[in-house]
């Protein structure tokens, strides 16, 4: 007691400040400590299992007691047995992480942990009755002896594992030199790998710069305030930047001032760069402007010290030190700390991408940071390291097994050798360079004809058949079908991992050449790939270039802005040379102005194409140069360089969109290497995916069963093939040509001409009855290769005939137009699978003055391949809608278009179409769904004599502005992006007259091909 002080005034002192004063807080209640968040959730599902526990009893007319051992036994072998372990990877027995053949046993720990979150609920929410500690310990001994013995748990989760730099180094490799993956942001790269940096050589915990699992909700994590930055004078009397971090570290809430601190600097001789952690720092600080004094890289790095004060501080902007550094990057525009459980999936995932079977966690990152700290340091320098209070954490958990010592070297007196027992720690997390990440093109084969997988397929389509289900039940069922196919392929893929062989020079697989056939079309990641790999400081031009492009990934929001020779502004409207005066080029609206921030590449490709072609007589882009070619002769020229250098030539063919924007397009593996074609048709270049797949279904399919050969230029390509089968193997797994799958159709009944107000056309009733009518047929399925041959009908004047041009197998190109001037007779149907014409044209020709000039505003994507016609039926996918056609649809008010003129059917994709409300009134007017989801899409009134519609078509091809002429009027499709055209289409669906004289039904989808 301080002198001068008697216990009588002290206490004077105490009742004069409040002493007295009745607050509450003194009772005879016990006080314990506090706990997270995630503990008290852990307490309230050990409470609501004992409830339920209880509940369940007292059904069986048993009473349960936690003051009974014998119930308390009972309770915790419930609760064992209600668990699931996982063996996965480290089980060497195991072939898959999931309970394929039986249950599989939790870990002893895993149970234990339950126990004691119980009797620490137990404790807090009935402190008057608590359980004995005689219970306690011997249900813990009971979890440890005889249940572990019935139950066959194991004693442990998973073995200790250890990544050290190697480990680091692939990480850098996947993240920034061949990552495919897309992520939703270009900046979280940097932040994830400022993350990991902080993480390894800090030896941090996952949830100490992040917010925890258990503390979710708190927003807890590494702040503004958190970091100093500074610059000091190095050895060298250099100016070097350096930054201390403060990991809110775990059971260290309530003493702040103990959180371990972390220095991390710029480095005093030169490192690759992806080494160095203030490279990702510094990118995030500039893109948030986050220096109060300094706003560029150029003045920070003009801050010198003196030797007087040999470090200063950079101080932050004062409203951004609450703010946290890493910021949510699964939702756009948060301002919200990133969560432990976000990070962790996406760390995962990239570790699985940069081919480790079982990828490193965030804890083999600090086992193996400890390790080394506890070898060049002190004890009390390595818990100061990881933030422990416990010298035996580090021994009971974190040690080797294999200690790291040299016996040999020691006994025999040579020099200690540390790689040796480096390569076996390392060898903790196995790498296969090659890794692949979808099945080989064989055993996906099997899997999808095994019977469980066809079970599967039946249950789908006995859902979509299903009259009872409304849609969302549907939904609901197709969603969990679908789940269980993915975790088949999942589990079948992770079997083939782990027995996948691996042999040096092995050709890669198609993921890890994604990035390379991409790269260019983003020229910061380009640069990225090579830089950070460069030895430099952070001061060099290096350095500095690393620090631009990072902070430009921060600052972008989508990886791809444009894609060479298709820039923005190519757009004939953004182009200041463009003079043309076509009418229909005025009144076409420019896509980038509309939508600025949606980048349309097909858009912009059609556009100066068709501009250059007016001007030039013909253009064309090199998709694999990204130049643009003016003359045939030169583009000839360009293409026999291209197939002249096969070795240098795209190994994988298929079109690859990256971001939204064709990288590159497809191309034929055997027109390749066909000398009798024209080198424009050896390289022709597939934009569509659909069309790319028909035209290599056809060389296929004209081979036959003989032995055949891949002419192409790979080591695999050599090897002769005994059938079809196994080519399409090869080609799938060597060149990314992906078989095309055969579509299953079921028959429709054709005299469905039962009279429905607009209320029936609603789309669950609609779904109904469509269900209904294909259930009560037999039920047999047809299928058929999808055929692109279409037929193309000159309208000039209105008379619609038909005639064939089949284009060769080997061509790429669509069929030439063949015209024919037959007299009109919709009704008639020519020879050969072809479409039964519509009746209505020979009405519709004398009312086409009146009809409007309207545009459909659609992309080449929006059209939904129908299948050919064969015998008079309709044969359709089954992403599109569910009618068929047989001969004729004597369809009374039918909610089609009509106007079919080609043997390939289309119809608009869903999302280019919303419903429309119906009229006041009904009668005599058709309702029209172009989109094959059921929904009325248009209506327009129709003359009592039409009853007989059929679907309405578009050729193959649609160009970026063509036009058919209708009788001086003209019915236009102009390619443009889904967003700003879709409340354009209703408008467009339809072009009836405007004129209330006639009640006419003029076809808008009607066009030829050039």
Known sequence: MARGKNPEAHFIRARARGAQKDTGIVNDKPVLKGLEDGTKRNHRRQLALWDQFVEDNLKLNLTVSVHSLKWMKDFIRHVALGMDGQRGYDDPDSDTDEDEDGWIPPCVESVRNYWNNFTGAWLRAYEDNPISEHIQRSVTQFIYGPLKDELKMPERKRARRYANRNHLYHFARQLWKVDWYEYSSPGTRVLDWALTLAIVYSSARIGEYIESSARRGSGRGLRYKDIMVIVFLNEDDRPELAMQLTKDAKNMTNTPHRRPQHAFAEGRYPRPLYQNPLLPYLAIFLRRRAFRDYKTLQELFAVTPTQEHRAFQIHWEEDLLDAPVFLNQSTKGAKRIETASAFGSRHRECGIRAGFLVPPTIHDWRAEGLFLTDKHYSPDARMGQAGQDDRETFHSSYQPRNAGVDGQATFLGDERRDVVNDAFRELTLP??????????????????????????????????????????????????????KARLMKRELRKWQKKQPYQ????????????????????????????????????????????????????????????????????????????????????????????????????????????????????????????????????????????????????FLDPLVFNGVLAMPGFCYDCLVDPRLPASKRMYQFKSKPKWQTHIQRHIDALGEQPVKCEFRTQQCSVPFNSTLELQFHLQDAHGIHSLKKLRTRKRKNNQTDRRSFSHLKKTQLTRQSKADIKSETGKEQTALLEYTFVNASIESVEIATAFKFASKSSSRTPSLAISTASSSC??????????????????????????????????????????????????????????????MDMEESMYALASTAHMHYQLGRQCCSPMDPPLAIENFTFIDLTGDDDVDHWTHVHSDYQELVPSSVPDVVDACHRVTLRERSVSVLHASNNPARQQVNDAAIVPSERKSHDILAPSLLITSR
């Open 504 to 651: 040096p020079g092995d050709p890669q697989g198609y993921h890890r050449e994604i990035f390379n056939r991409c790269s260019f079309m983003m020229p910061a990641r380009q640069r990225l790939a090579e830089d950070m790999f460069e030895v430099a400081d952070l001061r060099s031009p290096a350095g500095l270039r690393v620090i631009q492009d990072m902070t430009e990934l921060c600052e972008k929001e989508r990886e791809v802005d444009f894609r060479p020779g298709l820039e923005p502004n190519r757009c004939c409207r953004r182009s200041n040379d463009n003079t043309a005066t076509d009418d229909f080029q005025e009144q076409k609206p420019n896509l980038q102005e509309m939508c600025p921030e949606t980048y349309d590449w097909s858009h912009i490709y059609k556009c100066f194409q068709e501009t250059q072609q007016q001007d030039r007589g013909f253009a064309e882009l090199c998709f694999l140069c990204s130049d643009w070619i003016f003359d045939t002769e030169s583009w000839e020229l360009h293409c026999q360089d291209h197939v002249n250098d096969l070795e240098s030539f795209p190994v």
């Open 431 to 484: 790498r296969n360079p090659n890794l692949w990440h979808s099945l080989p093109a064989a055993k996906q084969y099997e899997i999808e004809n095994r019977q469980d997988w066809l079970d599967l397929e039946e249950k789908m389509a006995a859902v979509k058949l299903e009259p009872d289900m409304d849609t969302e039940q549907q939904r609901e069922e197709e969603t969990k079908l679908r789940k269980q």
């Open 827 to 888: 009704g008639r149907r020519s020879s050969g699978s072809q479409t039964p014409l519509s009746s209505i044209c020979d009405d519709i020709r004398s009312g086409l003055d009146s009809a409007s000039y309207k545009e459909l505003y659609v992309n080449d994507d929006d059209f939904v391949p129908i299948e050919s016609l064969e015998g008079g039926s309709v044969h359709q996918s089954d992403d599109a809608s569910s009618w068929q056609q047989q001969d004729t």
